[in-house]
């Protein structure tokens, strides 16, 4: 071969010999790869920083492409709730909670709310409307990429504290992947304590009452940046017995906001809603087509007894329904307290519980939990759990005394028969009761009917009754403020188609709670002589109350109780008792029935305030201003949680 050739064959061979060196020389290797490694890492680093967005910008992105979403919503094709544009920390709390469909009420509004819209929802009870609202709270703020540092965003205030706690407990299951803070205000033992965390809290759950007391007192909390009002149960929260908290809150709310309203029972009275300044509200009304505005699923049946009969028929109904879940409902505090004490010491063989406004906060969360959990007990209860409250498997609702209205007799049997599930409910009316209230409910097409009780089932308890009394002085105290506090909440209804006190049989009916004298009732015998006409001016007294009448009733008439009415809880009354006295004689019975001692210091309820109700002759007048005095000192327990 040629030189050249030769040559370049030679420089080939070289070159071949080096690479290989190379390759076999590990540090070398490795130097020559770190090189080329930063290098691309710089290039990398130097496109991610001209290309890359930063976390928030990316959520602005996602939030942008919800909105865009939202012109398209279409309700009615909506099957999971996946079908909505929702962030998707809502949807995979709703999947951890195991809720993957929307309900009717659900599938019906959230479009509108996540819209921007003002909504009035109403759906029968137990048909999910607390997410209705929870999703769009939620969505708002996510939206509006909230902060701790914005403080508070969305409201929702609710009748009673039991509700708020409930809503509270269901929000921190779905909203359990967002970052907002929530605290329940239903009043609390350290306002200060509350105060320091309040301006913090992003969504506030609460009773109007502590509300106002903060918006009031606490110089760091304001609503000025709020973006979503809520009212759960808004009928309740929009009539005359929340009127001045409601009024007075409103004004420290700006108009911007959008409001969601929630109920069973919708207003649409254009005077309640006027004072929202609700802009072009969307009325969605479920089952406003509906046959009948109660579940199908629930059987309703009433019965007509004697009033001195009634504890009888409470034993041997309990008794004939040992292995279920029973809710009561009474018309007072002092028939629950008393009620619920003899019938521990009778020995139903179901556990007994019972859940007023004058128990203290720790007491009502304690029995509300316990009640949750039973799968079989009786619950004896005031109106504070007729509504919205959430028990699971709840087989009965016994109303004991009639309610108050229609829209009430519909919350209290809602708490049975709840998304899906059946339910019995049985109203017990007296005679003079029947016509009145039955012409109402079916006006609000409640489908019930009559059933008569056989006498001979009926096991009697007055003479226990009369023996418990005999051991025990305090009972028999307790036994009296039943027997007034029963005849004064029936007078101070304002139906008196339906209510008529005067037509109570008084000595049958003290006896059948064990008393062998009916108790003197003052009031009763003051109305009587105002019925009669009788003239009281020389006694000095008359004219001054008279005066007051007339004030209290102007003030309704314009739709504004006096501070001390408004503020009057339906469950507060003027007698204090000291309900800690005979634990002790109380215990040995109450272990063997499951009775759960009760500390019930008489605390003032701050969440039922007096409604329709009218106390033309002002008999609680004594008690009143005491009570807006001691309802602003007082404290009750509060919890600020963070998710
Ligand atoms: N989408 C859903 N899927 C399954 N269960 C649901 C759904 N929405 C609500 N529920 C359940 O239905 C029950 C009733 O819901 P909720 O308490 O919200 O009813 P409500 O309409 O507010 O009743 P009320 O009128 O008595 O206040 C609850 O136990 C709730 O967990």
């Given at each position: 071969?040629?030189?050249?050739?030769?040559?370049?064959?030679?420089?080939?061979?070289?070159?071949?010999?080096?690479?290989?060196?190379?390759?076999?020389?590990?540090?070398k290797?490795?130097?020559?790869?770190?090189?080329k490694?930063n290098?691309?890492?710089?290039?990398?680093?130097?496109?991610?920083?001209?290309?890359?967005k930063?976390?928030?910008?990316v959520?602005?992105?996602?939030?942008?492409?919800?909105?865009?979403?939202?012109?398209?919503?279409k309700?009615?094709?909506?099957?999971?709730?996946?079908?909505?544009?929702l962030?998707k920390?809502?949807?995979k709390g709703?999947?951890?909670?195991?809720?993957?469909?929307?309900?009717?009420?659900q599938?019906?509004?959230?479009?509108f709310?996540?819209?921007?819209?003002?909504?009035?929802?109403?759906?029968?009870?137990?048909s999910?409307?607390t997410?209705?609202?929870?999703?769009?709270?939620?969505?708002?703020?996510?939206?509006?990429?909230?902060?701790?540092?914005?403080?508070?965003?969305?409201?929702?205030?609710?009748?009673?504290?039991?509700?708020?706690?409930?809503?509270?407990?269901?929000?921190?299951?779905?909203?359990?992947?967002?970052?907002?803070?929530?605290?329940?205000?239903?009043?609390?033992?350290?306002l200060k304590?509350?105060?320091e965390?309040?301006?913090?809290?992003?969504?506030?759950?609460?009773?109007?009452?502590?509300?106002?007391?903060h918006m009031?007192?606490?110089a760091?909390?304001h609503?000025?940046?709020?973006?979503?009002l809520?009212?759960?149960?808004?009928d309740?929260?929009?009539?005359m017995?929340?009127?001045?908290?409601?009024?007075?809150?409103?004004?420290n709310?700006?108009?911007?906001?959008?409001?969601?309203?929630f109920?069973a029972?919708?207003?649409?009275?254009?005077k309640?809603?006027?004072r929202?300044s609700?802009?072009n509200?969307?009325?969605?009304?479920?089952?406003?087509?509906?046959?009948?505005?109660?579940p199908?699923?629930?059987?309703?049946?009433?019965?007509?007894?004697e009033?001195?009969?009634?504890?009888?028929?409470?034993?041997?109904?309990?008794r004939?329904h040992l292995?279920k879940k029973i809710?009561?409902?009474?018309?007072c505090?002092?028939?629950?307290?008393?009620?619920?004490?003899?019938?521990?010491?009778?020995?139903?063989?179901?556990?007994?519980?019972?859940?007023h406004?004058k128990?203290?906060?720790?007491?009502r969360?304690?029995?509300?939990?316990d009640f949750?959990?039973?799968?079989?007990?009786?619950?004896?209860?005031?109106?504070?759990?007729?509504r919205?409250?959430?028990f699971?498997?709840?087989?009965?609702v016994?109303?004991?005394?009639c309610?108050e209205?229609?829209?009430?007799?519909?919350?209290?049997?809602?708490?049975?028969?709840?998304?899906?599930e059946?339910?019995?409910?049985?109203?017990?009316?007296l005679?003079?009761?029947?016509?009145?209230?039955?012409?109402?409910?079916?006006?609000?097409?409640v489908?019930?009917?009559?059933?008569?009780?056989?006498p001979?089932?009926?096991?009697?308890?007055?003479?226990?009754?009369?023996?418990f009394?005999a051991?025990?002085?305090?009972?028999?105290?307790?036994?009296?403020?039943?027997?007034?506090?029963?005849l004064r909440?029936?007078?101070?209804?304002?139906?008196?188609?339906?209510?008529?006190?005067?037509q109570?049989?008084?000595?049958?009916?003290?006896?059948?709670l064990?008393?062998?004298v009916?108790?003197?009732?003052?009031?009763?015998?003051?109305a009587q002589?105002?019925?009669?006409?009788?003239t009281?001016?020389?006694s000095g007294?008359?004219?001054?109350?008279?005066?007051?009448?007339?004030?209290?009733?102007?003030?309704?008439?314009?739709?504004?109780?006096s501070?001390?009415?408004?503020?009057q809880?339906?469950e507060?009354?003027?007698?204090?008792?000291?309900?800690n006295?005979?634990?002790?004689?109380?215990k040995?019975a109450?272990?063997l029935?499951?009775f759960?001692e009760?500390?019930?210091?008489?605390q003032?309820?701050?969440?039922?305030?007096?409604?329709?109700?009218?106390?033309?002759?002002?008999i609680?007048?004594?008690?009143?201003?005491?009570e807006v005095?001691?309802?602003?000192?007082?404290?009750?327990?509060t919890?600020?949680a963070h998710?």
């Amino acid at each position: 071969c040629e030189p050249s050739q030769r040559n370049r064959v030679k420089m080939r061979d070289k070159k071949d010999k080096e690479k290989t060196q190379i390759t076999d020389d590990p540090v070398k290797n490795f130097d020559k790869w770190k090189r080329k490694y930063n290098k691309t890492k710089k290039r990398v680093k130097l496109v991610q920083k001209t290309t890359k967005k930063r976390d928030w910008e990316v959520e602005r992105g996602n939030i942008q492409k919800l909105v865009n979403k939202y012109s398209e919503i279409k309700p009615k094709e909506a099957v999971k709730f996946s079908d909505f544009p929702l962030s998707k920390k809502t949807l995979k709390g709703l999947l951890e909670a195991q809720y993957r469909q929307p309900t009717e009420i659900q599938r019906q509004t959230i479009g509108f709310a996540l819209q921007g819209r003002d909504v009035l929802g109403a759906a029968k009870t137990g048909s999910g409307k607390t997410l209705a609202f929870l999703i769009p709270v939620l969505e708002c703020l996510y939206r509006e990429q909230w902060t701790s540092m914005d403080g508070l965003g969305a409201l929702i205030i609710s009748p009673t504290r039991e509700l708020a706690y409930q809503t509270f407990e269901v929000l921190r299951k779905v909203g359990k992947n967002h970052e907002f803070s929530a605290g329940l205000v239903i009043g609390g033992k350290d306002l200060k304590d509350e105060s320091e965390k309040i301006h913090r809290t992003n969504i506030i759950i609460c009773t109007p009452g502590r509300l106002l007391q903060h918006m009031d007192e606490t110089a760091t909390f304001h609503a000025s940046d709020l973006h979503m009002l809520v009212l759960d149960e808004a009928d309740r929260i929009l009539d005359m017995g929340f009127a001045d908290t409601l009024n007075a809150i409103i004004e420290n709310l700006p108009k911007t906001r959008q409001t969601l309203l929630f109920s069973a029972t919708q207003t649409k009275s254009v005077k309640d809603l006027a004072r929202l300044s609700l802009k072009n509200p969307e009325y969605v009304w479920v089952h406003e087509q509906a046959k009948f505005s109660t579940p199908a699923t629930l059987e309703q049946n009433y019965m007509v007894c004697e009033l001195h009969q009634k504890v009888n028929m409470l034993f041997s109904f309990l008794r004939s329904h040992l292995k279920k879940k029973i809710i009561v409902f009474f018309a007072c505090c002092k028939e629950v307290q008393y009620l619920f004490r003899v019938f521990c010491r009778l020995r139903p063989g179901i556990s007994v519980l019972a859940l007023h406004g004058k128990q203290q906060q720790m007491k009502r969360v304690e029995v509300y939990n316990d009640f949750v959990r039973k799968t079989s007990a009786v619950l004896f209860a005031t109106d504070i759990a007729a509504r919205g409250l959430d028990f699971p498997a709840v087989n009965w609702v016994l109303q004991f005394d009639c309610p108050e209205d229609a829209n009430t007799y519909i919350h209290r049997v809602g708490r049975t028969a709840r998304y899906k599930e059946g339910g019995e409910a049985l109203l017990v009316l007296l005679a003079s009761e029947e016509k009145g209230m039955i012409a109402q409910l079916q006006k609000k097409k409640v489908p019930i009917n009559k059933i008569e009780v056989n006498p001979e089932k009926l096991v009697f308890v007055q003479q226990k009754l009369e023996a418990f009394l005999a051991q025990e002085k305090e009972q028999k105290e307790r036994a009296q403020r039943c027997f007034v506090s029963y005849l004064r909440s029936v007078y101070l209804m304002k139906n008196k188609d339906v209510f008529d006190v005067f037509q109570l049989k008084l000595p049958e009916y003290a006896m059948s709670l064990g008393l062998a004298v009916a108790p003197r009732v003052r009031f009763l015998n003051k109305a009587q002589q105002q019925k009669s006409g009788v003239t009281q001016d020389n006694s000095g007294t008359a004219g001054h109350e008279s005066e007051d009448d007339l004030k209290s009733f102007k003030a309704q008439l314009k739709g504004e109780q006096s501070k001390s009415q408004s503020s009057q809880s339906e469950e507060e009354e003027d007698d204090d008792e000291d309900e800690n006295k005979d634990e002790e004689t109380l215990k040995p019975a109450a272990l063997l029935c499951g009775f759960n001692e009760e500390d019930e210091d008489d605390q003032k309820d701050q969440d039922l305030l007096t409604v329709k109700r009218k106390d033309v002759f002002n008999i609680n007048e004594e008690s009143q201003d005491d009570e807006v005095n001691k309802q602003h000192a007082s404290g009750v327990i509060t919890v600020i949680a963070h998710f």
